[in-house]
């Protein structure tokens, strides 16, 4: 079935454009306030949180206005990270959470990610379920004047994560001694990370804890971790930590100034808890962008990678129906199922303090577990049609691999947000690798023309 408002993430676009407009997020809290309220005759419970975008306020109150015309009770947590609104969604026993955000997007973007009782993503079939209901008619969906449920602000909500976030740490473990900077990208964790790191012990310089509405994600955070860089370097930290808009992803900046990206940080954790005995499944649970290098040094601790499609849904719904604990993408989402649901960009920082504390080593050499290969990345934006069916792009796509052979890996992907084809390849020999991503890029260059 063709999707008309979820992507692989939500629904996300441009602020004030269809689907990210007030009509369709009323109609979204209708729709799956009535999917999740099954009709029982009990009071029923939607959690909303946002990140700190200027359209997050005209989006949260058209969400709370559909869930309490079809009869549910909302409780509004304020800038949150979507990590917490997943688990708050379990802690206040709600039938359906709810996060406003377009993790590292610009601030012109919105999106309105729904999770289940549980704390997960929502599957396919119930987005394809709430799809129908949003182009069906209201009328029928509505409940009595006597019916209509109230809203009420959570104003604990930010003390709750923070008290849950401390606690994957164990209990004698401190921070103290560490000078941590953290990045906040002027999003949904501007008030709670610092604060867990604070509480740790540790001495906390916060930068990008200044959201204005418009300035999330630019020029900060993870996607953008030069100012980070130059901060840690500036103040001589010990480490730095950039999260993304939502929170839900982490990039680690090490004392010399150098970027440690998801692969390695998920490397340091399966270490880490292979050693404790606290790694399940024997293995982790990485997407096909995930460095070679990884899958090499993983091997060589006797534990296996299995990749699935890019999305943390994906790495989710694997770790779920296999019994992995941790999992996560090089982008920086890492999900660790002893504790969260999704990615948590905080809990994961914790992690790997946590063994730079009890190591006594410095997070350099903490964090280079492995050497990464030689890896390039290009993306290539189209108007229209599909590239990737182009013969010419087939033929570019047979020749790479071919010249790769198994001393490399070539992933070709369309993005599930934007009209952009990703080209990566990866190989022992970096002229070769940037060499068939240079010919792939322009036969798919030439099939957009």
Request: with cysteine.
């Amino acid at each position: 079935m063709t999707r008309r408002y979820f992507g692989t993430d939500g629904i996300r676009g441009l602020s004030n454009r269809h689907p990210m407009t007030s009509e369709v997020a009323l109609r979204v809290g209708m729709a799956a306030g009535r999917i999740f309220s099954n009709g029982e005759k009990r009071r029923h419970r939607v959690v909303i949180g946002k990140d700190t975008r200027l359209s997050g306020y005209m989006i949260e109150s058209a969400l709370m206005s559909g869930f309490t015309a079809v009869g549910m009770d909302v409780f509004i947590l304020g800038p949150m990270p979507t990590p917490a609104i997943a688990m708050l969604t379990r802690s206040l026993r709600a039938d359906l959470g709810v996060m406003i955000s377009a993790s590292h997007n610009a601030y012109h973007d919105n999106g309105i990610k729904l999770f289940d009782p549980d704390g997960y993503k929502l599957s396919d079939e119930l987005e394809i379920e709430i799809e129908r209901m949003i182009d069906a008619p209201t009328d029928s969906l509505l409940v009595g004047a006597d019916q209509i449920g109230r809203a009420t602000r959570v104003e604990s909500a930010q003390e709750r994560y923070i008290e849950f976030a401390k606690r994957t740490l164990p209990r004698n473990l401190r921070l103290n001694g560490l000078r941590i900077v953290i990045d906040c990208a002027n999003g949904a964790g501007y008030k709670v990370a610092p604060a867990a790191l604070w509480e740790l012990g540790a001495e906390v310089i916060r930068i990008g804890v200044d959201p204005n509405g418009r300035n999330i994600n630019d020029k900060c955070g993870s996607t953008s971790p030069e100012a980070l860089v130059a901060k840690v370097l500036e103040v001589r930290a010990d480490i730095g930590i950039a999260l993304d808009g939502d929170a839900d992803r982490v990039v680690i900046v090490d004392e010399k100034g150098e970027i440690v990206d998801g692969d390695q940080v998920m490397a340091v954790i399966a270490k880490s808890w292979h050693e404790r005995g606290q790694l399940a499944a024997g293995g982790v649970v990485a997407t096909v962008m995930s460095n070679l290098g990884l899958e090499r040094y993983l091997g060589g601790l006797g534990l296996t990678l299995h990749r699935t499609p890019v999305g943390d849904r994906y790495v989710v719904e694997h770790m779920r129906k296999h019994g992995y604990n941790v999992g996560g993408e090089q982008s920086g989402h890492i999900v660790l199922s002893d504790f969260t649901t999704t990615g948590d960009g905080l809990v994961s920082a914790l992690q790997v303090l946590g063994v730079v504390v009890s190591t006594g080593k410095p997070v350099s050499e903490v964090c280079a577990q492995f050497e990464k290969l030689p890896q390039l990345l290009r993306n290539v934006h189209y108007e229209s049609g599909k590239p990737l069916d182009d013969a010419r792009v087939v033929k570019a796509i047979e020749s790479a691999k071919a010249k790769l052979g198994k001393n490399g890996r070539l992933v070709i992907r369309p993005s599930g947000t934007e009209s952009v084809i990703r080209v990566m390849a990866e190989g022992d020999d970096e002229k070769l690798v940037y060499s068939v991503v240079g010919d792939i890029v322009e036969a798919v260059k030439q099939a957009a023309a």
